[in-house]
């Protein structure tokens, strides 16, 4: 379970997040995150929050962020605000580390998401790139939807794709959440 000071790694991303507030401190108001991407950090795919908006600060180093398709990079002191709805990715594309504060408002789910998704790929279900197999993302897209969607395909178009997974993965042993990642 997310609690303040705790701090989690994913490997194949190059990305630590330390919890600073999470939604629990915060009575679901926000999450606020320290993130410290590795140097040349992977590029994570297209995506957006439905009903969140996300704040970054720029505290070292530089970050690469994909905004609507245009790459921005913001250096120390940057601020940027993605507003819900919006496509957007960030990584590192430099030869030094960044440290970036992350707040996403409101919190919904999104640290359960983050943890899920650093469990599995520790557990090595993942591929090179830290992406789960279609079942288990199947899964994981729809329970978590309302905090994290992929810009592509069309958000109707993923969501009968996975729906039609849906009781196949189940069959096959998945689960949309671990708890062990959780607790």
Not at 4 to 10: A, P, W
Not at 43 to 53: F, G, R
Not at 163 to 181: C, E, Q, S
Request: glycine share 6%; net charge positive.
């Amino acid at each position: 379970m997310a609690h303040q000071g705790k701090e989690i790694y994913n490997p194949k991303t190059g990305q630590l997040i330390q919890f600073i507030k999470t939604r629990t401190d915060t009575n679901g108001e926000f999450l606020e995150l320290i993130s410290t991407y590795e140097p040349g950090s992977k590029e994570p795919l297209p995506h957006y929050h439905p009903h969140q908006d996300e704040y970054f600060d720029v505290l070292q180093g530089e970050l690469s962020v994909r905004l609507n398709g245009n790459l921005q990079i913001l250096k120390p002191g940057d601020q940027i605000h993605i507003q819900k709805t919006t496509v957007h990715a960030m990584w590192n594309a430099t030869n030094n580390k960044s440290v970036v504060r992350w707040r996403t408002v409101p919190a919904l789910d999104t640290e359960h998401l983050l943890e899920l998704n650093v469990g599995l790929v520790n557990d090595g279900k993942t591929n090179k790139d830290g992406v789960p197999n279609l079942l288990q993302v199947a899964l994981m897209m729809m329970h978590y939807n309302h905090v994290f969607r992929l810009a592509q395909p069309p958000y109707p178009v993923q969501r009968v794709i996975f729906m039609l997974l849906t009781p196949v993965a189940r069959l096959m042993g998945y689960k949309p959440y671990y708890k062990k990642y959780l607790d």
